[in-house]
């Protein structure tokens, strides 16, 4: 069973640092793009950065462009997302969630097949 | 970045019902559009991606359509599981972005 599991989430401080973890099993993570996703109390989705499968190509919103890193240890079957200069806009459920390219016609779609269960982040004093 | 529209914001049905929910992008987005349910307290759920293609596993009372700027998601006979929020999502280009939502609540 394809599985992805958050951890690291928690409560700190505005302009603090956190650093979320997303453990895969049931997969060849290596294999495929992986997306972080966040979702503030009462809000909707919001895509917050996504990274190639070998970790060469990092692409995040521009909310978050600076203060955010992704990153990925694929023998760990890991991924994660540090997060520097907490804002309390940053509140959220944070999910990990895998990116899939799947061919419809002659044309690779991506979408996000797998979800995590989500880590809760707190930014507050 | 392309900004995703959807409406209604909220939406109520009877079991039985059908209805349709419509998404719409800022941009032209070819067909890269993806359709998610979610549920209160848990992830969102794939529904159908590439605007039309059910993804495996989900009923085929749903439904998706729509090409360019222009979708829409169709539930035929709504179960009493059905309601949830649906929202709709681009991937043509990163960020990728979602619309605001839209909950069907039973009437």
């Known amino acids: 069973e394809v599985q992805l599991v958050e951890s690291g989430g928690g409560l700190v401080q505005p302009g603090g640092s956190l650093k979320l973890s997303c453990e895969a099993s049931?997969?060849?993570?290596?294999?495929?793009?992986m997306s972080w996703v966040r979702q503030a109390p009462g809000k909707g989705l919001e895509w917050v950065a996504n990274?190639?499968?070998?970790?060469?190509?990092?692409y995040y919103v521009d909310s978050v462009k600076g203060r955010f890193i992704i990153s990925r240890d694929n023998a760990k079957n890991s991924l994660y997302l540090q997060m520097n200069s907490l804002r309390a806009e940053d509140t959220a459920v944070y999910y990990c969630?895998?990116?899939?390219?799947?061919?419809?016609?002659?044309?690779?779609?991506?979408?996000?097949?797998?979800w995590g269960k989500g880590t809760t982040v707190t930014v507050s004093s | 970045d392309i900004q995703m529209t959807q409406s209604p914001s909220s939406l109520s049905a009877s079991v039985g019902d059908g209805v349709t929910i419509t998404c719409r992008a800022s941009?032209?987005?070819?067909?890269?559009l993806n359709w998610f349910q979610q549920k209160p307290g848990k992830a969102p759920n794939l529904l159908i991606y590439a605007a039309s293609t059910l993804q495996r596993g989900v009923p085929s009372r749903f439904s998706g359509s729509g090409s360019g700027t222009a979708f829409t998601l169709t539930i035929n006979s709504l179960q009493p599981e059905d309601f949830a929020t649906y929202y709709c999502?681009?991937?043509?280009?990163?960020?990728?972005?979602f619309g605001q939502g839209t909950k069907l609540e039973i009437k």
């Open positions: 999502q681009q991937s043509y280009t990163t960020p990728y972005t």
């Open positions: 049931g997969l060849p993570f290596s294999s495929y793009w």
């Open positions: 969630a895998r990116e899939v390219a799947n061919i419809v016609g002659a044309v690779y779609y991506y979408y996000m097949d797998v």
């Open positions: 941009h032209s987005i070819r067909s890269f």
């Open positions: 990274i190639k499968k070998d970790g060469s190509e990092k």
